[in-house]
């Protein structure tokens, strides 16, 4: 029963983080349409330094307070969660506090880092700082939210998180597109202006995903307080060894969730200096935009279904970890590796062969030559964003998430050392390059330590990769084929034409993939009872 609980439990939160994904990439979309990509640049100046202060404000608190608090409730003692939950918000309110004034301060210090030199037509450092300053004030209020969040799911409770996650998004989402096409179409047309209230809209999404969780709390708070009296167990911890748990539980989970941001943070202090010193202030905000905003939001759908669905494994994984069921580990875990590249191979080449075409129909046809050969060449790290999250989750589920921490502390190494270099190098796709070695190396560390711990043996999953490469191939044939014969008709001129050659081009991709896979029943293999209706649909065909 508890186990179809926490089961249940991870596929609600799994399934709303995956919505919360989409309708973070959906509005994008409108947001790059009334902004451009120099807007969408200044947007990011400021939210990639909030979401590193966020993450050390909140230490990885929701996981960590949900490990803590789920471990004593099995206990019998519902005080001691209680009672860190209450000593909690408070720490994090001062955390928080202290995260808002460090970035709120820090703004006009940082703003000409991320912009060395201010172009005509682009953004300023004043705008930079105010941008900055805007986000930070969400840092007041997210810290305790997280807190909160993480105190239902030591119930074993994933709805008020769940819920909360898409409102906040859907709160957020409005106000940006209302505030900045009301400032830019309507106002006075003053693009640093809407941008900065853009960013404030973390705040406001954050009151309403707050709201949510203060309604489950005033719902919950009788039966929650009534268990906490009736505890038959008192470990009477101190708050020092209370913290201490936490903190050895929250520090692994809070900098391998950091990951995508440090990379991130790495391009934003070195990608305008590089660029402008090689002759490239003109364009230097648009590549810096298209990267780190505009095609990484594409490239993190696929990767979001892919470790939806793997993820759900991690749990059992744990499980026959901890009671020594070596046989069903290893089923598991190849699993979990073949959903994820079942999914994102296919995914990432038909980015690839597909770059212009989802570049143009998506953000318009204006910068479609950067943003085309940005989405090119960066598609693939999808595969690689997907299999470090899992990856680093398994070993988390064996305890040895010291591993993911070292290799992300490799990997971040390895992209600092070199990003500016490569920038200068080879220009704006030595940015690319570097966080494929970084993810790359870092990958290679994970896969060693589950091999090694699990005593996982990869021959049997190598082949099951060499044929999900094969079929992507042929499928990637087929599209650059048709999409090939299409320009010849259809010029990519405009968002119309773009989304012809887009939806032309996946119905191919999708059917020769989808064939093959049924054909081979690869997909039977790897995806079990999600592709049972198949199974069922085929056997009734060979029956008559």
Sequence with gaps: MADSKLMRGTMVLTAATLISKILGFIYIVPFSLIVGQTGLALYNYGYIPYTVLLSLATLGVPLAVSKFVSKYHSLGDYETGHRLFKSGLLFMSITGFFAFLILFIMAPIVAPMVLPEEV???????????????????????????????????????????????????V?????????????????????????????????????????????????????????????????????QMYKELISYALPLSFVGLAIPLFQTIDTFTMNAALQSIGLKEVSEKFYAVLTLSVHKIVLIPMSLATALSITLVPTITKSFTSGDKDVLQKQITQTYQIILFITVPAAVGMSVLAYPIFGALFDVTDLEIGGMILRYYGPITLFFAIFSVTSAILQGMNRQKYAVIALIIGLVIKLLLNYLMLITIGPLGAVWTTYLGFGVAIGINVWAIGKFAEFHYIYLLKRT???????????????????????????????????????????????????????????????????????????QEES
């Design 120 to 170: 005509p037509g682009g953004n300023t450092h004043e705008g930079v700082t105010f941008t900055i300053r805007m986000v930070s004030v969400a840092l007041l209020v997210v810290p305790v939210m997280s807190i909160i969040r993480g105190y239902f799911q030591g119930f074993q409770s994933m709805g008020p998180t769940g819920v909360s996650q898409v409102i906040e998004q859907i």
């Design 172 to 240: 957020r989402i409005v106000f940006i597109l209302a505030v900045t096409f009301s400032i830019v179409n309507i106002g006075n047309g003053n693009l640093q202006l809407a941008v900065g209230f853009a960013t404030f809209g973390a705040f406001v999404g954050a009151l309403g995903g707050l709201g949510v969780l203060l309604y489950y709390w005033i719902k919950r708070r009788k039966s929650i307080l009534k268990q906490v009296e009736e505890s038959r167990v008192h470990h009477n911890l101190s708050l020092k």
């Design 466 to 540: 060499l044929l999900i490469l094969i079929f992507s191939g042929i499928m990637a044939i087929a599209v650059v084929i048709v999409n090939q014969v299409l320009q010849l008709v259809i010029t990519q001129d405009s968002i119309l034409n773009s989304f012809i050659l887009l939806i032309l081009g996946v119905s191919v991709g999708g059917a020769v993939y989808s064939y093959l896979v049924y054909r081979s029943r690869l997909a039977e293999k790897v995806l079990g009872h999600r592709f049972q209706f198949l199974k069922k649909r085929k056997l009734k």
